[in-house]
């Protein structure tokens, strides 16, 4: 078992880059898949970005292909998620998600562990 905990988000003016930034606890943390989704005010929480336990395949939105990436190291236990040339549209509370399936899991289903959130705010 894991508990993600995100870090990094904050208020940024459009056109800014973050870095989200979400690290684990126990010595597993190889053995997870780890995806990134985010909720809006008023709206359902939607996939971003996911990297794969192994071979850090990734999979993104289409709304951030281009402008995010993720990444991940192993050996610090955290997973990193770029987020560059920021729009009003990307504010949201942004959450990390952990699971034991091979892959790059895109649905919320798919995850197991979830961590608190970080707000990510983008001004125009």
């Known amino acids: 078992q894991v508990q993600p905990v995100e870090s990094g988000g904050g208020l940024v003016q459009a056109g800014a880059s973050l870095r989200l930034s979400c690290t684990t606890s126990g010595r597993t943390f190889g053995s997870y898949a780890m995806g990134w989704f985010r909720q809006a005010p008023g709206k359902e929480r939607e996939f971003v970005a996911a990297i794969s336990r192994v071979d850090g395949t990734t999979n993104y939105a289409d709304s951030v292909k281009g402008r995010f990436t993720l990444s991940r190291d192993n050996p610090k236990d955290t997973v990193y998620l770029q987020m560059n040339n920021l729009e009003p549209k990307d504010t949201a509370v942004y959450y990390c998600?952990?699971?034991?399936?091979?892959?790059?899991?895109?649905?919320?289903?798919?995850?197991?562990?979830w961590g608190q959130g970080t707000q990510v705010t983008v001004s125009s």
């Open positions: 998600a952990a699971t034991l399936r091979g892959g790059v899991p895109g649905l919320e289903t798919q995850y197991d562990y």
